[in-house]
């Protein structure tokens, strides 16, 4: 079976812009949650999509949203860049239910300029 | 609300000698524990996971964790270590309060592998 796969797997972007990142889930997972890696704060916990609705949020500013479409792939969007911005973000899957395991997909490398 | 913490930064073994990374967690309801393991330049690999049922957990590379209530622990050893080992692993809890899908990690441990 497939693991999660994100895309891309590298961006630049420059400070103003907007981005979205891509996150398929592997087959027959229904939820997603994003994470955002960076040296300074570590691994974050962005939110968690399960059958298309928010489920658990972070606390990250409203810059940061995401959706989940109804084949379970989901998407982050991240407006108006800042520097701090930049980071790997990974995207995490599971089966079904609040207490499965996650797994993660190789994150997207974003760099903002 | 749940955290970890993993101490030492850094931990240098030498090939086949005893790994130890050490994690200690506060969580105010039954926690579920994890061990993850990330190379360079990739994402993050289930090594193993606590969720309440044997203490002594088995993972994957020849890994294992022990679930210690009364010292609020869960130590990652392998009793040899191989130059493969060398990444970064990360411990992390989540718990009914906050959302089973909300991972609270550590920050971290690298390990070094020496010939």
């Known amino acids: 079976k497939a693991g999660v796969t994100q895309t891309p797997r590298y961006l630049i972007k420059t400070r103003g812009q907007q981005v979205t990142l891509s996150c398929s889930p592997i087959s027959g997972h229904r939820s997603v949650s994003w994470y955002q890696q960076t040296p300074g704060q570590g691994l974050q916990f962005l939110f968690e999509?399960?059958?298309?609705?928010?489920?658990n949020k972070g606390n990250f500013p409203g810059r940061f949203s995401g959706r989940q479409f109804s084949n379970s792939r989901s998407e982050m969007n991240v407006s108006t860049l800042e520097l701090g911005d930049s980071a790997l973000y990974l995207c995490?899957?599971?089966?079904?239910?609040?207490?499965?395991?996650?797994?993660f997909g190789p994150g997207t490398r974003l760099t903002v300029l | 609300a749940q955290s970890v913490t993993q101490l030492g930064s850094h931990v240098s073994v030498s090939e086949g000698a005893l790994v130890l990374l050490r994690c200690n967690y506060s969580?105010?309801?039954?926690?579920?524990l994890f061990w993850y393991v990330q190379y360079p330049n990739q994402g993050l690999q289930l090594l193993l996971k606590?969720?309440?049922?044997?203490?002594l957990v088995k993972g994957i590379n020849g890994f294992e964790a022990e679930f210690k209530k009364s010292e609020t622990s869960f130590h990652l050893t392998k009793p040899s270590a191989h130059m493969s080992d060398a990444a970064e692993y990360f411990c992390?809890?989540?718990?009914?309060?906050?959302?089973?899908?909300?991972?609270?990690f550590g920050t971290g441990t690298r390990l070094l592998v020496s010939p």
């Open positions: 992390a809890v989540s718990g009914s309060n906050t959302g089973f899908q909300k991972l609270v």
């Open positions: 995490a899957s599971s089966f079904d239910g609040e207490r499965n395991t996650q797994y």
């Open positions: 999509y399960f059958s298309e609705t928010q489920r």
């Open positions: 606590y969720t309440s049922a044997a203490t």
């Open positions: 969580s105010s309801v039954p926690p579920y």
